[in-house]
């Protein structure tokens, strides 16, 4: 596991540090989806997208993301990598059904995650949401 890697996207999602990209959990790049920063940022990135614009630098912003890839910057196995960029073990329960649950993940739940990920080497999307956001 690549901890700094990992803190860094953790970092950089919670400090906006790519002013013109904004946060939303459906597309690793997209146009369209609604920017859960608050910013209203015309394209949106995941985790994967984050972690792909900072590992390529922000030039990326529109280029293809391969999941690989990016798992193997951040050091996490395969399983790790889909829990994480397609939040596979999301806890799917009457609390969280929705049409819309996938893009409304919130960015604090997702620094959130990558913090756990980074201290514990686990992806826990359930102790993510049980804290209270910021």
């Not at 939040?87 to 739940?109: C, H």
Request: glycine share 8%.
């Amino acid at each position: 596991m690549n901890r700094e890697n990992i803190l860094a996207v953790a970092d950089a999602i919670e400090k906006h540090s790519i002013p013109d990209l904004g946060f939303n959990m459906a597309d690793f790049f997209g146009a369209g989806f609604n920017d859960r920063t608050g910013r209203r940022c015309g394209t949106t990135a995941c985790i994967a997208g984050w972690a792909h614009a900072l590992k390529n630098g922000e030039g990326a912003i529109a280029s293809f993301v391969i999941p690989s890839e990016i798992a193997d910057w951040l050091g996490i196995n395969e399983q790790a990598a889909e829990n994480l960029f397609y939040a596979s073990n999301y806890p799917m329960n009457e609390r969280y059904i929705e049409a819309d649950w996938f893009s409304n993940i919130a960015p604090d739940t997702a620094v959130s995650v990558l913090r756990h990920l980074a201290e514990t080497g686990e992806v826990d999307w359930d102790r993510a949401l049980a804290e209270p956001s910021k």
